[in-house]
């Protein structure tokens, strides 16, 4: 399946989880890609793969901080220059923070809305320009089920998604009659960096009782990020044409 084949693609947060699968399979199926994120010791390992794959002369990674809207202005401008245009746009980048809301500080509430929330925000106001003279533009956005089920000592987290997940249904419209698509997937219970690697942080007295919905309905537990990739190479692809404005949960089942 060569769905990308021609196919501009900018993604976030390359060098862990779901970004880094998604990279892996945008390149499987034709892409050219740039993948940017802070841990450049991810990005190195998501380039060895490519180089693996035989698809690392169709990767450029390159460090970039989300939240830094300097370093957004001048990294988005060289990837659509490197790439020749920009035709879609992940926005994978986020961190997982966990505390009880009475001792959330601001500065801790104010990092967490500003890689996710402000950070995605950045990302598509820098990338618009040349997505909107793309071919089939899309942008997919990071969501997650805390935006819509209840995740307890995760109210800044839950808030940041639930915005990205508003804040996309708006691009939706402003831009669909100029052929621009913008789409959220919704994950839940994938193995990453954030969940089974350095994990969600729960403060050591949590309750794990309020965690309502904790188990997927099918497999063996978590699944793995390619799980979630797959999905986004169909909504970034002509597959996913006639879907826009909405998100598609990817769980395992865990919130039906
Ligand atoms: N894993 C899950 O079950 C799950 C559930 C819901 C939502 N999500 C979302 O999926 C997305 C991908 O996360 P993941 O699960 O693969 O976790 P991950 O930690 O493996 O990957 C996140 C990546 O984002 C990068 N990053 C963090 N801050 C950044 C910044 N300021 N600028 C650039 N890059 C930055 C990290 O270095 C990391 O490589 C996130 O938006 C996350 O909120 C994941």
Do not use: W
């Amino acid at each position: 399946m060569n769905r990308f084949d021609g196919r501009r693609v900018l993604i976030t947060g390359a060098g862990s989880g779901i970004g880094q699968a998604t990279v892996h399979r945008i390149l499987a199926e034709g892409g050219r890609v740039v993948g940017v994120d802070v841990d450049e010791a991810g990005l190195a390992a998501t380039a060895a793969r490519a180089a693996e794959d035989g698809t690392a002369g169709r990767l450029r990674t390159a460090r970039l901080d989300i939240s830094d809207e300097a370093a957004v202005r001048s990294g988005v401008a060289a990837a659509a220059e490197h790439l020749g245009g920009l035709d879609a746009l992940v926005n994978a980048a986020g961190i997982l923070r966990s505390a009880h809301t009475h001792e959330t500080t601001l500065d801790f509430f104010n990092k967490v809305l500003a890689v996710n929330l402000t950070g995605t925000f950045l990302m598509i106001r820098e990338a618009l320009p040349a997505l909107l003279e793309g071919q089939a533009p899309v942008i997919v956005n990071f969501s997650s089920t805390s935006a819509s089920f209840a995740h307890p000592y995760m109210a800044a987290y839950a808030a940041s998604k639930g915005g990205i997940q508003s804040m996309t249904h708006a691009i939706a419209a402003e831009y669909s009659k100029r052929g621009l698509r913008a789409v959220c997937v919704a994950p839940g219970s994938i193995s990453s960096g954030m969940t089974t690697g350095r994990g969600p942080g729960l403060p050591e007295d949590a309750d794990m009782s309020l965690f309502t919905k904790l188990a997927p309905a099918i497999g063996q537990g978590f699944a793995g990020p390619e799980t979630v990739a797959g999905v986004i190479a169909m909504l970034a692809s002509e597959d996913g044409a006639f879907i826009t404005g909405t998100e598609i949960r990817i769980d395992g089942g865990t919130h039906m």
